[in-house]
């Protein structure tokens, strides 16, 4: 099970940090990412981070603004988002894909949680 929280309404320009706590898996053998969708749009990659070695990905639309951690010891990702933009308004997601690499898409064997919503205005 996957649970996000961290969400809110907040400025453009401004920042949040997502959480996501997961129980009933090994949370250290789980690659997680963190999706998104947007009203009217698909479900986007935003990031993910290797159990392996930590490495992370972004999508370009991100990069330089999120930053993806983890703790293994609490079971939880962290999403850290930095000078968010009104296009950042979306239901975020978080992801466990038992993977050793970060993969950027939806499909495939992957435990969601149930989303939390992010709100930036203008």
């Known amino acids: 099970q996957l649970v996000e929280s961290g969400g809110g309404l907040v400025q453009a320009g401004n920042s949040l940090r997502l959480s996501c706590a997961a129980s009933?898996?090994?949370?250290?053998?789980?690659?997680m990412s963190w999706f998104r969708q947007a009203p009217g749009k698909d479900r986007e990659f935003v990031g993910g981070i290797s159990w392996k070695d930590d490495s992370t990905t972004y999508a370009d639309s991100v990069k330089g603004r999120f930053t993806i951690s983890r703790d293994n010891r609490k079971s939880t990702v962290y999403l850290q988002m930095n000078g968010l933009k009104p296009e950042d308004t979306a239901v975020y997601y978080c992801?466990?894909?038992?993977?050793?690499?970060?993969?950027?898409?939806?499909?495939?064997?992957?435990?969601w949680g149930q989303g939390t919503q992010v709100t930036v205005s203008s």
């Open positions: 009933s898996l090994t949370f250290s053998a789980y690659t």
């Open positions: 992801a466990a894909r038992l993977s050793i690499v970060v993969v950027p898409a939806t499909g495939g064997n992957l435990y």
